[in-house]
């Protein structure tokens, strides 16, 4: 699970939002976990990414996995989880006591 977490670079977060391409996203979610439950045989993944307002300590993403064997449900999410950072369509605002910024279209 990954959960907001309370600063970024030493500025303190007050929420995010979270905007998301809903048929896309749920399109590759569901691309990672073929991909996951091809590379580890027998390993499954449900993987859920909220949307919306969220503020510190709340779930943003769980991920949970079912193998034959830990060590695979352990790859399997961390591949999962690489992957969603990477290329499902979710959009991420940080807001600051001083600003406001896009990851990964500002400083």
Do not use: N
Request: neutral net charge.
């Amino acid at each position: 699970s990954g959960a907001v977490r309370d600063q970024t670079k030493g500025r303190r977060v007050l929420r995010l939002e979270y905007e998301a391409y809903a048929p896309m996203a749920e399109a590759k979610l569901a691309e990672i976990g073929q991909e996951v439950a091809t590379r580890w045989p027998g390993t499954r993944l449900a993987i859920m990414h909220r949307v919306g307002t969220l503020v510190p300590g709340e779930l943003a993403v769980v991920i949970a996995a079912s193998a034959a064997h830990r060590q695979e449900a352990f790859r399997g999410c961390e591949h999962a989880i690489e992957r969603l950072k990477q290329d499902v369509p979710i959009w991420k605002k940080e807001f600051f006591e001083d600003g406001e910024v896009w990851v990964g279209l500002g400083p």
